[in-house]
Structures are given as structure tokens and as C-alpha cells.
């Protein structure tokens, strides 16, 4: 599913698993579809065919990606 901020989102986008790991590797990147980025939330990392990965930005919004990452080690 698209990864992007609004809720009523639910466009699929096809990544093999490695893919969507290598992404997520870092808590404050996702893969959403081509225009659904935030300019004022989050930067565009890569470009691809079927997928952009965008990095989110900012002190706020990126404190809580890695706080809730399922990924993180546990404290």
C-alpha cells in the first residue's frame, strides 16, 4: 500500500520484499505512489518506474516514525 500521510489512501504499489526492506531499513523512509508527497513534510530520496521514496522531514514527524517503527530495537 502506498505509505503516504492521508488516511484515505489505499493505492497499491508492487515492491518485491527486498525492495520495500531496503526502504524501510531507515524508520524515516516510505514508498508511496508518484504525487503523493508532502513537500513541507518529507523530501524526495529516489525516483522509480512504479514507486517514489520519500524521507520524512523535520524534528516532530521524524521523532515519531522512529519511536514507532515496528523495526526498532526494543528498550
Request: a negative charge; proline letters at 8%.
Amino acid at each position: 500500500m502506498c505509505e503516504c500521510g492521508p488516511l484515505r489512501c489505499n493505492r497499491l504499489i508492487q515492491l518485491t520484499r527486498a525492495e520495500y526492506e531496503a526502504i524501510r531499513k531507515n524508520p524515516r523512509r516510505f514508498a508511496i505512489i508518484d504525487g503523493h508527497e508532502i513537500p513541507e513534510a518529507e523530501a524526495i530520496i529516489e525516483r522509480h518506474d512504479r514507486y517514489l521514496v520519500v524521507e520524512k522531514s523535520g524534528d516532530p514527524e521524524a521523532e515519531i516514525v522512529e519511536h514507532t517503527d515496528p523495526r526498532r530495537p526494543l528498550d
